[in-house]
């Protein structure tokens, strides 16, 4: 199973960006997706996640009410639209997968992780 990040890049802050995450090797409706960051010097955290049908969703307080999370099974991808981006929001952005009914927000509880892409928010 691969998934591919794609869809980074440099933005002003309030801009926005759409990331993209192609996976491939397996359909990608039998997989929960999440987004996870990391910065320089931190840990990785959650950003959002998403149920196989993509009924469900969750995010990480700092996110919520400006990134959406959303899936096509039909073209094997998940996307993450980030509106009002704050310098803050500057890391390596991941998106990782596990067949699994509902997503979770630990790291530990995905099985397949892409390389990611960098998102850079400048003030």
């Known amino acids: 199973v691969q998934l591919q990040a794609s869809g980074g890049g440099l933005v002003q802050a309030g801009g926005s960006l759409r990331l993209s995450c192609a996976v491939s090797?397996?359909?990608?409706?039998?997989?929960?997706v999440g987004w996870f960051r990391q910065a320089p010097g931190k840990e990785r955290e959650f950003v959002a996640g998403i149920s196989r049908p993509g009924i469900t969703t969750i995010y990480a307080d700092s996110v919520k009410g400006r990134f959406a999370i959303s899936r096509d099974n039909d073209q094997n991808s998940v996307y993450l639209q980030m509106n009002a981006l704050k310098p803050d929001d500057t890391a390596v952005y991941y998106c990782?997968?596990?067949?699994?009914?509902?997503?979770?927000?630990?790291?530990?509880?995905?099985?397949?992780w892409g390389q990611g892409t960098q998102v850079t928010v400048s003030s």
């Open positions: 990782a997968g596990n067949p699994t009914r509902q997503p979770a927000s630990s790291p530990s509880q995905y099985a397949y």
């Open positions: 090797g397996r359909t990608a409706s039998t997989l929960t």
